[in-house]
């Protein structure tokens, strides 16, 4: 096979893989009056919520307008990963501008730093972020290729020098920092 070839097989899949998205859409649409977001979840095998971020049709009640899914979230792995060395480097004035208003009222300088400052003290600096990836709120994840809509969770492992954390990030459909949380592996239930 030929470069050329191989090339153009490369391209008529990811065709192929695009009308299957639009068909599938088209299809979940076409279903929706007759079905739940429950089962059109259960035949694509996620859960309800997962159904409605990527297929529905939520009407903004401060407009009346549809909302739209968001755009593709790739940059968002990287900016998961950017929250954590910002936090590491004690740049709370770069981090605080990604977050909402209401969240930086919450999250302050003071209790990010205090709350990373204890998590130094037991595993040291950060080293690096590793399994980075996306998911919606039920903890389903997403490809980075999907647009969505409502909250994204940012979720990676903190790799420190003596041990690791997994950090969380919430996005809203502004792709504004809505929460964060540094936890241990074995954690419990989370809010998000």
Known sequence: MTEDTSLQEVAAAHRR???ARTDLHEAVIEARPQHTWAEIGAVLGMT??????????????????TMHPAQATTDLL???????RLIDAGDYDALAPMMTKNTAAVLTRELILDT????VADT???????????ELPDGTPIDTSEAVHGTLIGHTTINCE???????????TDQNI?????VPPNH????F
């Open 178 to 182: 809505t929460g964060v949380l540094i």
């Open 78 to 84: 990287d900016t998961t990963e950017k929250v954590f």
């Open 188 to 191: 419990d239930q989370l809010p």
């Open 116 to 119: 990373w400052a204890q998590a």
């Open 48 to 65: 309800r919520q997962a159904a409605f971020k990527r297929f529905g049709s939520p009407r903004d009640p401060r407009t009346g307008d």
């Open 162 to 172: 003596a041990g690791h954390w997994v950090g969380r990030v919430a996005y809203n």
């Open 17 to 19: 893989l695009e009308q």
């Open 124 to 134: 040291g600096n950060l080293v690096d972020c590793r399994d980075t990836r996306l």
